[in-house]
């Protein structure tokens, strides 16, 4: 059973607004996920990290930015939000090792840019 | 360019008819194949990981097989509550996972 929590659930924002979505899990995992999901569509990887004080950027450019400066916490930051950012947002972890590791998901942040 | 194809796109099956959903897949060097069940408005649930061709996985009323080409969710005596999108991704071991755009499955009672 996965342990991995995000806060808002659903977040209503105007343009311009600065924004955090938190994310944090309980599991030790050492690998941690943001990935954008529109309705009907694939779920895109925007950014992952491998640990403490690593992060990347994933296969979709997003104007966001993330941070690792604890194992379990993993937030996504947007520094002034536009209508074009509003999507379902989905961070996952998973622990590292192995070829081919499985990813546990959080129950999402559904953001509204108006 | 890595590819997961999932078919079809909507399922509609009576309480009990039992059905395969496929995902294709086309990419180099695959490591391992997930199944996830997503509820509206919810995160993705881990169902199943296969790793290698002919292996096969059961939950409940759920079987996942793998081949070279293709993964199949098979659902045996569906109940209502199978109702959701069903997504399969794929790793090719740089740990990121490619997704599928999912079959939406609707059981009618």
């Known amino acids: 059973e996965a342990d991995i929590y995000q806060t808002p659930r659903y977040l209503v924002i105007g343009t311009g607004k600065k924004i955090t979505l938190e994310c944090s899990q309980t599991?030790?995992?050492?690998?941690m996920y943001w990935y954008q999901q529109d309705p009907g569509m694939e779920l895109h990887l925007i950014h992952y990290?491998?640990?403490?004080?690593?992060?990347e950027k994933g296969d979709l450019s997003s104007e966001s930015t993330v941070s690792r400066i604890r194992t379990e916490h993993f937030p996504l930051t947007l520094e002034s939000a536009r209508p074009s950012h509003t999507s379902q947002y989905l961070c996952?972890?998973?622990?590292?090792?192995?070829?081919?590791?499985?990813?546990?998901f959080g129950p999402g942040t559904r953001l509204t840019v108006l | 360019e890595d590819q997961v194809t999932q078919s079809p796109e909507a399922l509609r099956l009576q309480e009990g008819e039992s059905s395969s959903l496929n995902c294709s897949y086309t990419v180099s060097g695959l490591r391992g194949l997930f199944w996830y069940r997503q509820d509206p408005g919810k995160g993705p649930e881990f169902l199943f990981t296969l790793y290698s061709a002919g292996e096969e996985k059961e939950k409940e009323r759920l079987k996942a097989t793998l081949t070279k080409k293709e993964s199949f969710l098979h659902i045996t005596a569906p109940k209502p509550e199978d109702s959701a999108t069903y997504l399969c991704?794929?790793?090719?071991?740089?740990?990121?996972?490619?997704f599928g755009t999912g079959t939406r499955l609707t059981i009618i009672p």
């Open positions: 996952a972890s998973s622990r590292y090792g192995g070829s081919a590791d499985t990813q546990y």
């Open positions: 599991m030790g995992h050492d690998k």
């Open positions: 990290s491998y640990g403490v004080n690593s992060t």
């Open positions: 991704a794929v790793s090719i071991g740089n740990e990121k996972l490619t």
